[in-house]
């Protein structure tokens, strides 16, 4: 390869990168210098010239002396140096000029810190997104991005710069979407006032992706300062939120007054006292009942938003619960108590109450058999008496059973009396009171069936 190629190349690269050609030339110098060290018979010091019209190239052989001041120097280039050196620097001058680059870089970059940039994103993952600037590449770690934020690749997004590091690899632009400081830098590029010191923001309070609260005070009496931050119709927040991708953002009047300032914080519920505890940084809010759960927002966030705006920890109470119209925790408390109890109590008097009878102990000398049984007889008396039941009831059945066969004996043909007729001529007279003794008789037996065993 011609030298004179290598040179239209490197102009080239230059207007390319935006690095000077005489950067460019430096680091060819130096990287044909090492080539040169490496041919044979070669001076152990020598520098390397480069006509930048020609594109002629001189090696001068030194000798120093132990002060290292040149004493000789002689020309000393090889024959083949010209294809030596299109081989040899390659590889070197594209890294002098990546190293020329960074530098360019981080002296663009350097102290910029709290700067708005706008980035084209080029890669994104769960660890880092990477923007690109233009004339540099930023990093956006996981912790600064907005949470649920997806940044796809080609979108165009601002950032706040965080820091920029001058590392080995080159610089590093480590970029926040999430810091507070953000959304001053987003106001200040849609209100004008804010710039030019009409109006200031003095405190942030964020919660990324969700919520944002800002206080802003006016340094010009003739300047709403809440006005110019929203704009007309609001057309200057909105362009803020827009940004934001939808996170809300209010807007409130900074005040030297803490309980006014507090008051405002909580906006928009409205407050109709608020209580200070300088010495414990305590606020106690009274608010109308209707706007309790407007004051602590969801999940409370407009309430701890509050709290870091004004520096005080909040206690939101309702007109009824400060007037005590409310139960408090403690009655809330014993009711739910008195409550559980009385669910209770009905269920332990439904509940069956079984009376158990004491057994008398068995006689000496009784079999086993009855002791055993008795245990049973206690555990389950309700089966005792369902067993019974029925036998009793079928105990009369078989009584009427004979009555029946005679009163049918009675009545059939071969009788030869009517239905009606009581005294049968057939029924023996003496015999009747013997029959109804007999059936006396067997009644007393069957009723105390142990009298007759005995």
């Not at 290598?6 to 044909?32: F, S």
């Not at 803490?258 to 109709?272: D, Q």
């Not at 086993?368 to 079928?394: G, K, R």
Request: overall charge negative; glycine content about 6%.
């Amino acid at each position: 390869m011609d030298i004179n190629e290598v040179l239209e190349a490197l102009e080239a690269v230059a207007r390319e990168k935006g690095v000077p050609t005489d950067t460019i030339l430096d680091a060819l110098a130096n990287a044909l210098v090492s080539a040169y060290k490496r041919t044979p018979g070669a001076a152990e010091e020598a520098r390397v010239t480069i006509d930048p019209e020609s594109g002629e190239i001189l090696v001068y052989g030194q000798e120093l002396d132990e002060d290292g001041n040149v004493t000789r120097e002689w020309e000393d280039t090889p024959e083949d140096f010209g294809r030596i050196a299109a081989t040899t620097a390659k590889q070197v001058i594209v890294q002098r000029l990546r190293d020329a680059k960074r530098e360019q870089v981080f002296d663009i970059y350097e102290g910029r810190e709290g700067d708005l940039v706008t980035g084209i994103v080029q890669q994104s993952d769960h660890r880092y997104a990477m923007l690109d600037l233009g004339d540099a590449e930023a990093i956006m770690p996981a912790s600064e991005r907005i949470p649920y934020e997806r940044l796809e690749r080609g979108n165009r997004v601002k950032g706040y710069i965080l820091e920029v590091r001058g590392e080995g690899k080159g610089p590093q632009i480590v970029v926040s979407r999430s810091h507070p400081e953000f959304i001053r830098s987003l106001f200040e590029l849609e209100v004008p006032e804010l710039v030019d010191g009409d109006v200031e923001i003095k405190v942030i309070a964020r919660e990324p992706g969700h919520r944002t609260k800002i206080a802003v005070v006016s340094n010009d009496p003739n300047v709403d300062p809440v006005g110019a931050c929203v704009g007309a119709r609001g057309s200057r927040v909105r362009q803020v939120v827009n940004e934001l991708r939808g996170e809300k953002v209010d807007i409130v009047e900074w005040r030297e007054d803490t309980s006014a300032f507090i008051a405002e914080a909580l906006s928009p519920a409205r407050v109709k006292e608020v209580r200070l505890d300088d010495e414990g940084m305590i606020a106690t809010v009274i608010v109308p009942d209707h706007q309790l759960s407007l004051a602590i927002g969801k999940e409370g966030q407009n309430a701890r938003l509050a709290a870091r705006l004004t520096g005080y920890k909040i206690d939101i109470r309702s007109e009824s619960e400060d007037l005590g119209l409310l139960p408090t925790d403690e009655e809330d408390e014993a009711l739910a108590a008195a409550e559980e109890s009385a669910e209770a109590a009905p269920a332990a008097e439904d509940a069956p109450v079984v009376e158990v009878e004491e057994v008398p102990p068995a006689p000496e000398g009784a079999p086993e058999e009855s002791a055993e049984a008795a245990p049973a007889a206690e555990d389950d008396p309700a089966e005792e008496v369902e067993d019974a039941a029925p036998a009793a009831e079928d105990a009369p059945a078989e009584e009427v059973a004979p009555a029946e066969d005679d009163v049918e004996s009675a009545d059939s043909p071969d009788s030869g009396d009517s239905p009606d007729s009581v005294d049968s001529p057939d029924v023996d007279e003496a015999e009747a009171p013997a029959e109804v003794a007999a059936d006396e008789a067997s009644e007393e037996d069957a009723e105390d069936p142990v009298e007759s065993a005995e």
